[in-house]
């Protein structure tokens, strides 16, 4: 195994002088028409980072009203509309994107062994949808802003408010497009162009991560985007579907909103387990620990999510018989995401751990997800839950599930690469480095035999790369 990859692998001479994705072609309008699925993941990347730039200034300008109890920085409506604009932007335009736009974009061909995505088309076209949503989110916001809170409920957002609801739930709906084609072109990818050899448990646990997160774009994505289609539809010609003074059901809305956004959530934690599986068995120089367990753990994950919308409901007069199979069933599962943490904690005894940047990202995911995973089965238990719905509590699971989880998951990702930091130095210097993504680097050769998946995706890059541009 060995000496073929050393056999596949170029030479530094033969690579010095060819093009790569970044120098291949020149000028914007190469960019803005590209159909390298490289090239895209750039283009989310810049994107994306914007966003979450616009998203962290909103929670920074919360946080600094919340340091005194009386309204010292804005008015009760503005702080309204700037944590709308904070959850609207957190949610829609980063973390659901961030690591499918950018990670899945550029390694899920170079990991299975295809030259690009299934519809190099198609994935531009999320990427203009992604925009388009965002500039109408923007022009909504910036523009005197959305005071519903993230979640739009009705009838205040239908019939009451008189702020943007229009723009921006109409920016959300085409935003939703955009995660259907990328779900869509993933599964299609991962099925259909997989090289030779490449079985399904021969596959990367970051492919598995990504085509269960795929799953849930394509069967959720679309119920969301009818919701708030039917919510621009009521307020623009007064329909009677979610108004109770009109003759609608704004518990319906709310059914149908949470039959989504609860496997949204795992939308954004999904793919960031899927990084942290890479980093925990790279950076431990060891096999993951149970790889079928976490493949189906994710799998699991995506199926189960779509039955616990309910826990999100207790307190909004469902019978109690509801309350208690949405209980249970929430409890069903936290079980395949503690599977996950207890196969990345047995990765990690007697394995040789490097503390690296990204491994400490990864460290930091096991604990505050942990902690965010625990407060979890608190908030799916029906007799706690309506003692502490909509309070703080709510808000710290969330933030300690997306933050501690989706960020240290993007970060771990994007500090995986590069050049390689010496200890107690916050500059980059040391050969370039490739740890995780369609490599081995990180690997002792005693235990190389063993990566098959690795291997086989490495084996398949580089002769896809000698017989064409990367």
Not at 185 to 212: D, S
Not at 230 to 239: A, I
Not at 252 to 267: G, M, R, T
């Amino acid at each position: 195994m060995n000496a073929t990859a050393s056999a596949l692998a170029p030479s530094p001479s033969d690579t010095a002088g060819r093009p790569n994705f970044l120098t291949a072609e020149h000028g914007l309008k190469s960019w803005l028409l590209t159909l390298d699925h490289k090239r895209v993941a750039i283009l989310y990347l810049i994107s994306v980072s914007c966003f979450f730039l616009l998203g962290g200034v909103f929670a920074m300008l919360v946080r600094l009203e919340l340091m005194t109890p009386a309204g010292d920085l804005m008015l009760p409506d503005t702080y309204n509309r700037v944590f709308t604009g904070h959850g609207v932007t957190m949610v829609f335009f980063f973390l659901i994107p961030a690591i499918p736009g950018i990670l899945g974009n550029f390694l899920i061909p170079l990991m299975i062994g295809a030259k690009d995505v299934a519809f190099p088309r198609l994935n531009l076209a999320s990427w203009y949808l992604y925009m388009t949503g965002g500039m109408l989110m923007l022009a909504g916001t910036l523009n005197g802003g959305v005071d519903t809170g993230w979640t739009f409920y009705p009838p205040y957002s239908t019939s009451y408010t008189t702020t943007n609801v229009l723009i921006v739930g109409i920016g959300v709906f085409i935003n939703g497009f955009s995660s259907i084609l990328t779900g869509l072109n993933f599964m299609v990818t991962v099925h259909r162009m997989r090289c030779p050899g490449m079985t399904w448990f021969r596959l990367p646990l970051f492919i598995w991560g990504q085509y269960a997160t795929s799953l849930i774009m394509v069967l959720g994505t679309p119920v969301v985007a009818i919701t708030l289609l039917l919510l621009v539809f009521e307020r623009l010609f007064h329909l009677g579907i979610f108004d109770p003074g009109k003759g609608g059901d704004p518990i319906l809305f709310q059914h149908l909103f949470w039959f989504y956004s609860h496997p949204a959530v795992y939308i954004m934690i999904l793919p960031s387990m899927a990084v942290i599986s890479e980093l925990i068995a790279c950076f431990s120089r060891k096999r993951i620990f149970g790889y079928h367990f976490v493949a189906f753990a994710s799998i699991g994950i995506a199926v189960l999510g779509f039955v616990v919308w309910g826990h999100h409901l207790y307190v909004s007069g469902q019978s109690v018989y509801a309350g208690v199979v949405f209980s249970l069933l929430t409890m069903l599962v936290a079980i395949p995401s503690a599977v996950k943490v207890f196969n990345w904690s047995m990765t990690l005894y007697q394995g040789s751990v490097s503390l690296e940047t990204p491994m400490l990202y990864a460290l930091g995911f096991i604990g505050l997800f942990t902690v965010g995973g625990l407060t979890g089965v608190f908030l799916g238990t029906l007799g706690f839950d309506v003692h502490v719905h909509d309070t703080y509590f709510v808000v710290a699971h969330f933030h300690y599930v997306m933050v501690g989880g989706t960020i240290m998951g993007y970060l771990g990702a994007c500090t995986s690469g590069g050049r390689r930091s010496p200890a107690g130095s916050t500059r980059s210097s040391g050969p370039r480095f490739r740890r995780c993504w369609c490599s081995s680097a990180s690997i002792s050769p005693s235990s190389r035999s063993s990566c098959s998946a690795t291997w086989a995706c490495r084996a398949a890059t580089m002769l896809i790369r000698r017989s064409s541009r990367c």
